[in-house]
């Protein structure tokens, strides 16, 4: 006679799947380590679009005849030598099946499904290369009934192994190891306490927070210069999340490109305006001189730096065009005030009125006309 029952419901959180399809679009590979038995983590997966009927599935469990017939004999060094082999011979099969799919034109995606038992012997030194080669060349890899450790292993083995950036997201105390282990820790805060969040770079209420975490405010920290599309089209278009994996902005062809324009752009300032001065001479018939040719220079300078930071906006607002040209104004202000005013005991004579006298003649209206321009010219072509 049935006196009762109890029962605990462990279901994914509203907008998981949403979330991780979201992700993936963005071209990010998600990999899902859990405790539950392999049929569980299967079903999360189906759930989750990580693994769909038209994915070639790599499954390595101990849960075979073979196995099982070995363990039934009892002897632990002859379980651990055959599973070992298994693994072995597994892993070697998967990964030239996966080869052979990926060379073929319309070959399907892949994934991997692997249990704790097996990797723990996938894990060893001697079998991980196979097993990272197998697991980097599958869109979605499964790994069920693993232990804490295990899960940091794994973390460790890709961002040592395959040196990518590492994310780990978890809830419970038995994730703390493994968010530890990546290079960005991620704890939800929810009925399972707050072993994670604790442990964590980053604390979100709910899993789908993941999407603004890393498609919003991620992409809007690697790019560091403006918010060049709202929140609300990051999240439509995650494939924009990709300039930040192929590292488009911050590799060291860009540094030489800024390097080799600000050596070009130096060159321009000097010798434009130093040979055009040569023979300039103010309304007075008195030739320029240093504080002329320096104040003129540097005239230059402020116009092209803040002309060339509005070429770098990839979105101008009115508020960009307000802080150029209050910038442009207000060196103008300054040098106006400064040059204007003359302080017998600090100050030198040749700068007093230097940007009048300038301003009264063409040369001055010519440099800043044709300095700019022509020190920007490479940087126009070389973004168009």
């Given at each position: 006679?049935?006196?009762?029952?109890?029962?605990?419901?462990?279901?994914?959180?509203?907008?998981?799947?949403?979330?991780?399809?979201?992700?993936?679009?963005?071209?990010?590979?998600?990999?899902?380590?859990?405790?539950?038995?392999?049929?569980?983590?299967?079903?999360?997966?189906?759930?989750?679009?990580?693994?769909?009927?038209?994915?070639?599935?790599?499954?390595?469990?101990?849960?075979?005849?073979?196995?099982r017939?070995?363990?039934?004999?009892?002897?632990?060094?002859?379980?651990?030598?055959?599973?070992?082999?298994t693994?072995?011979?597994?892993?070697?099969?998967?990964?030239?099946?996966?080869q052979h799919?990926?060379?073929?034109?319309?070959?399907?995606?892949?994934?991997?499904?692997?249990?704790?038992?097996?990797?723990?012997?996938?894990?060893?030194?001697?079998?991980?290369?196979?097993?990272?080669?197998?697991?980097?060349?599958?869109?979605?890899?499964?790994?069920?009934?693993?232990s804490?450790?295990?899960?940091?292993q794994?973390?460790s083995?890709?961002?040592?192994?395959?040196?990518?950036?590492?994310?780990?997201?978890?809830?419970?105390?038995?994730?703390?190891?493994m968010?530890?282990?990546a290079?960005?820790?991620i704890?939800?805060?929810?009925?399972?306490g707050?072993?994670a969040?604790?442990?964590?770079?980053?604390?979100?209420?709910?899993?789908?927070?993941?999407t603004?975490?890393?498609l919003?405010?991620?992409?809007?920290?690697?790019?560091?210069?403006?918010?060049?599309?709202?929140?609300?089209?990051?999240?439509?278009?995650?494939?924009?999340?990709?300039?930040?994996?192929?590292?488009?902005?911050?590799?060291w062809?860009?540094?030489?490109?800024?390097?080799?324009?600000s050596?070009?752009?130096?060159?321009?300032?000097?010798?434009?305006?130093?040979?055009?001065?040569?023979?300039?001479?103010?309304?007075?018939?008195?030739?320029?001189?240093?504080?002329?040719?320096?104040?003129?220079?540097f005239?230059?300078?402020?116009?092209?730096?803040?002309?060339?930071?509005?070429?770098?906006?990839?979105?101008?607002?009115?508020?960009?065009?307000?802080?150029?040209?209050?910038?442009?104004?207000?060196w103008?202000?300054?040098?106006?005030?400064?040059?204007?005013?003359?302080?017998?005991?600090?100050?030198?004579?040749?700068?007093?009125?230097?940007i009048?006298?300038?301003?009264?003649t063409?040369?001055?209206?010519?440099?800043?006309?044709?300095?700019?321009?022509?020190?920007?010219?490479?940087?126009f072509?070389?973004?168009?």
């Amino acid at each position: 006679m049935l006196i009762g029952c109890t029962a605990i419901e462990d279901k994914l959180q509203d907008g998981v799947p949403s979330c991780i399809e979201t992700l993936s679009r963005a071209g990010i590979k998600i990999w899902v380590l859990t405790g539950d038995k392999m049929e569980t983590a299967i079903n999360i997966a189906y759930a989750c679009s990580l693994i769909n009927n038209d994915m070639k599935q790599f499954i390595i469990s101990s849960e075979t005849d073979e196995i099982r017939e070995v363990e039934n004999k009892g002897d632990p060094l002859e379980i651990a030598r055959f599973i070992k082999d298994t693994v072995k011979q597994e892993l070697r099969k998967c990964l030239e099946e996966a080869q052979h799919y990926l060379h073929t034109v319309s070959g399907p995606k892949l994934a991997l499904v692997i249990d704790g038992k097996c990797l723990m012997y996938a894990l060893e030194p001697s079998l991980r290369g196979n097993l990272l080669n197998l697991s980097l060349n599958c869109s979605s890899v499964v790994c069920c009934r693993v232990s804490p450790l295990q899960k940091a292993q794994v973390t460790s083995l890709v961002k040592k192994g395959a040196r990518k950036i590492t994310l780990s997201i978890g809830d419970g105390a038995n994730d703390v190891s493994m968010i530890q282990a990546a290079h960005v820790g991620i704890g939800i805060s929810g009925l399972e306490g707050m072993q994670a969040v604790m442990a964590s770079d980053f604390s979100i209420a709910q899993f789908r927070f993941l999407t603004d975490l890393l498609l919003v405010h991620g992409r809007w920290s690697y790019l560091r210069i403006c918010k060049d599309v709202s929140a609300s089209l990051s999240k439509k278009y995650p494939q924009l999340y990709k300039e930040g994996i192929r590292n488009n902005f911050f590799k060291w062809r860009v540094v030489g490109v800024w390097a080799f324009f600000s050596f070009y752009q130096s060159l321009v300032f000097y010798h434009f305006v130093t040979t055009s001065s040569h023979n300039g001479q103010n309304s007075g018939g008195k030739i320029f001189g240093l504080w002329d040719v320096s104040t003129m220079a540097f005239t230059c300078v402020v116009v092209t730096v803040n002309l060339r930071l509005l070429m770098i906006c990839n979105s101008i607002t009115r508020w960009h065009h307000i802080s150029v040209a209050g910038s442009i104004f207000a060196w103008f202000v300054f040098i106006f005030l400064y040059s204007g005013v003359m302080i017998s005991y600090d100050r030198q004579e040749n700068v007093f009125f230097v940007i009048y006298v300038l301003m009264s003649t063409f040369y001055f209206y010519l440099s800043l006309l044709l300095v700019p321009i022509v020190a920007l010219l490479g940087d126009f072509i070389y973004l168009g």
